[in-house]
């Protein structure tokens, strides 16, 4: 992968280099937790998508919030950049040094610290992973309010830190809506302890809103309090091809309307979509060939109940002509087998070639015309040009590949698509952050008065830029 400072016009900032006295420094806060073996730093350096790569020469992993405080405040004083990380999932190169910035990394900040099977709140360090913590809610009679393909290795902290949305956006929100409390260590090792569990609690700005979202740039997540929902007694998922994008629409109304209350996910994807799932993870495909495949889950209290409402739709989508092939799941092997055909796509695409990935917000019945267009527009420039995503929510993800990295591919592409989803007051990034790849096109989605504020609150709150330089927000002149 070259480094990102090759590839990218970005010159680095005035800040210190790591010197010997600063590493027995970090030393001393953290015995036995500084790493710069530079192989076991490899990974750390490069992105999930093997797009960008820094050349951080340290990667610190603290176990406490009182740790990542001493660490912040030694770098605040020695004017050290620092880039918090998770689990390194990420998609727009937030997740690693653009220069030599040290590498924070909560992967050892892993403990559950409490849990009310009442309210179903969920008191956890950043640095659990997703998957360990739905695991955890679950024997509990849980489940994480947020699910993605990424739940193996994503912590809790990067979800936050990026706003992640997801799979179960649709049935249960934003995690501004469902991260009840949160402890950060901001730039200058002051610990902000807002880590309380009230659902309702009107006293003074909403700090904890400031930071979600916020990608490392204004301070370092270390705990987390979340509402957990009830786990659903009954789960179903439905499979179904669709011949034309106007029918994975109407099939979306008609389950609005059908399935109600217990509609828990609808998303969608095209006929490249699976070609690449099936090739180059040998998957299987459970339906008829069709252009289109939709994938709609009921999550209810009454397997009757449900069943007997997934049988309705599903019985006017086939008769209307809006469904042509279709499968149900009840089981787990199933569900999730079923569930895999989507969750995978981005690692499918990562097997394709080099991968520029789009992550949108658009109204939903110009989703598609976008990639219906830039197919017209790219020609065989491009190896795929695929739709997919949260279509419930209005967000498209829109990825095309090629062998390797194009100059001239990616001028065709941006700014393109930016104007394009400019014009229909869509969003740049629906969910995957602006990060180092798309920090430059936030005013196509912001105007410039927030932007200034942006700029301001980064200011007030990381007064020498030592947090996450380099993502986020645009370059100053
Ligand atoms: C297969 C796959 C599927 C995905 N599906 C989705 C999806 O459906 N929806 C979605 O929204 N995203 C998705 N993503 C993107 C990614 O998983 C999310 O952005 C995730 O929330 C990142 O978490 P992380 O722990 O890996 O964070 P990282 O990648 O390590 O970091 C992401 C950003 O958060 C910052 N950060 C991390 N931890 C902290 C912290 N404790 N304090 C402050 N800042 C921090 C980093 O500096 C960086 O800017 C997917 C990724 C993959 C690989």
Redo the contacts with the bound molecule.
Sequence with gaps: VVLTQQRYPVTRLPFSVVSSEDLAAFERILPGGVVTDPEVLEASNVD?LRTVRGCSKVLLRPRTSQEVARILRYCHEKNLAV?????????VG??VPVFDEIILS?TLMNRVISFNSVSGTLVCQ?GCVLEELSRYVEERGFVMPLD???KG???I???V??N????RFLRYGSLHGTVLGLEVVLADGTVLDCLTSLRKDNTGYDLKQLFIGS??TL????AVSIQCPPKPRAVNVAFLGCPGFAEVLQTFSSGKELLGEILSAYEFMDAECMWLVTHHLRLASPVQESPFYVLVETSGSRAGHDSEKLSDFLEQALSSGLVTDGTVATDQTRLKALWALR?RI??ALSRDGYVYKYDLSLPTERLYDLVSDLRARLGSQAKHVVGYGHLGDGNLHLNVTSEAFSPSLLADLEPYVYEWTARQRGSVSA???L?FKKRGVLSYSKPPEALRLMQQLKALLDPKGIL?PY?TLPAQA
């Design positions: 999930w880039n918090p990380q998770g689990g390194n999932t990420g998609m937030g997740s909560t950043a993605l393909g990424a290795s994503c912590h902290g990067g979800n830190a990026t992640a949305g997801g799979l990608e490392g301070g370092v997540i270390t969750e981005s690692e969910e995957h952050g990060g996450n993502k």
